[in-house]
């Protein structure tokens, strides 16, 4: 029985860690310096996670609780994001707009990455089928998440390696929800929903509020605004056609 909780625990911190991390990295694989072309990919990236929120965070929660108690999660999750910007604006005054944004998104991702470890742990514990379609399918979301991260800092100009950290960061409590997944061999409710719904809120302000009204600053034309609708368009693809 320990083994098998120690395995599952190690694939969900596997697919935390390696798609978010890889994500972040692969941020990086864009050598050039123009910014008409580092906005658009934002702005796919921006995409991709409008898409994971709306067709996966928040239609699961929609499933577990009721309306009112998902918007209240979505407000919270509004709310939480703006206090963690107003504290990081205060403690960290060398971070530039998008650099921010990044470490926002990291803190977000963080949180969000903990039911989705439950989800993992719980279900390789009740059906190894059911549990290694959704480590595959967390794995995937997690790439664009990545990129949330890991662009912001590539535009501004911050090193590969702060990128990679960050995100790795952000992916390791994906581990210890599986191993709370693992250990339980079930899920609350109420709780998965009240953080699915949070992390969907602040993760729509980041989207909405950031990270495309940023791309469009750095690029203008319909070239921007089509990549931002093949972002959603291909998280789409992934939230529900994999899922």
């Excluded at 994001?81 to 963080?110: C, N, P, S, Y």
């Excluded at 929903?193 to 509020?209: D, F, Q, R």
Aim: proline share 2%.
């Amino acid at each position: 029985m320990l083994n098998r909780i120690t395995l599952y625990t190690l694939i969900g911190t596997a697919c935390g860690v390696l798609g978010t991390t890889g994500g972040g990295m692969a941020a990086y694989l864009f050598k050039t310096k123009n910014q008409s072309i580092l906005g658009v990919v934002l702005d796919f990236a921006a995409g991709l996670m409008l898409a994971v929120v709306c067709f996966d965070l928040l239609p699961h929660a929609f499933e577990l609780a009721s309306f009112a108690e998902v918007m209240a999660g979505v407000a919270g999750g509004i709310a939480f994001v703006m206090v963690v910007q107003w504290l990081l604006e205060r403690g960290g005054k060398h971070l530039d707009g998008l650099a921010l944004t990044a470490v926002t998104v990291a803190v977000g991702i963080a949180v969000h990455n903990v039911p989705e470890g439950l989800a993992i742990g719980a279900g390789l514990m009740e059906n190894r089928h059911l549990g290694a379609s959704l480590a595959v399918t967390m794995f995937l979301h997690d790439i664009p998440e990545g990129l949330g991260i890991g662009l912001p800092l590539r535009i501004r100009g911050k090193s590969f390696w702060k990128a990679a950290a960050l995100s790795l960061l952000a992916g390791l409590p994906t581990g210890a929800g599986a191993l709370a997944g693992a250990l339980a061999g079930g899920i609350s409710d109420a709780v998965t929903a009240a953080c699915l719904s949070s992390a969907g809120g602040a993760m729509l302000y980041l989207v909405l509020g950031e990270m495309m009204p940023e791309a469009h600053r750095m690029t203008e034309g319909t070239f921007t605004k089509l990549s931002g609708v093949l972002g959603v368009i291909f998280g789409i693809v992934i939230s529900v056609a994999l899922g």
